[in-house]
């Protein structure tokens, strides 16, 4: 009898790891072949949403408490990037999340026993247990203004690297943080506004977390303000 459970435990075991795989690498063919240049290739993924759905169903299955911290951070935020695209291709075409009611606050998704919305994932979820400004940079919402989103997957022995690379390929992208230097002007997201308690709520703060990551540095006494966020569909088109 104890062998059986021994044998059934690493059964287990095996079918959980395979089902991890299964959903890294779809995940990782969904990003490499539908995001370019920071967008998605929304139309491309309707014609032929298998995968999509399967991965959708991946995280359906899945316990999250079940996973080490680690695999936690990594899973989540591949899921709610593709949730967010499952989202969007559900309804498109469509102009802008932002004019689809309850994009983030209403429409629900099973993840193991829960059910959440995109926002619960997001700052319940994700922001409940790692206060990470990072992920702001590595999260899709769906928009141009969005930072530009990565099209590779986020994986759990490598997701401190990502993040950081996430990072400075944000700030130093100069649609989303853009500095004039001749000025000593920077103008930032919104994002750095909406969510100043995690950037930094002060110029000073803000300055020193651009220059965390910035490749060419700016001085502190350098003026900042915020552009309008774009909310139009980060659609790619061919």
Not at 115 to 121: A, E, M, N, W, Y
Not at 126 to 145: M, N, P, T, Y
């Amino acid at each position: 009898m104890k062998t059986y459970f021994i044998v059934l435990l690493l059964v287990s075991s095996l079918v959980v790891n395979a089902q991890d795989k299964e959903f890294y690498t779809k995940v990782d063919h969904i990003m490499s072949t539908y995001v370019h240049h920071g967008r998605v290739d929304y139309s491309a993924i309707k014609a032929n949403p298998t995968e999509l759905n399967q991965i959708v169903a991946i995280i359906k299955k899945t316990d999250l408490k079940t996973l080490s911290d680690q695999q936690f951070e990594a899973f989540v935020i591949n899921a709610y990037n593709m949730l967010v695209i499952y989202n969007v291709v559900q309804g498109y075409p469509i102009e802008s999340v932002i004019k689809e009611k309850g994009f983030f606050s209403d429409k629900s998704f099973s993840i193991g026993k829960v059910v959440l919305s995109l926002d619960d994932l997001e700052k319940k979820i994700l922001f409940g247990k790692f206060k990470d400004s990072r992920l702001h940079l590595a999260l899709s919402c769906a928009a141009i203004g969005c930072p530009p989103l990565s099209n590779t997957v986020y994986m759990p022995e490598s997701i401190d690297e990502q993040l950081k690379e996430q990072a400075i390929i944000s700030i130093n992208d100069p649609d989303f943080i853009r500095i004039d230097r001749s000025k000593k002007e920077v103008q930032l997201s919104q994002i750095f506004e909406w969510y100043n308690f995690h950037f930094g709520s002060s110029k000073e703060q803000q300055i020193a977390y651009l220059n965390k990551y910035l490749k060419e540095l700016i001085d502190a006494d350098y003026s900042v303000s915020y552009y309008q966020y774009d909310w139009n569909l980060n659609d790619y088109k061919r």
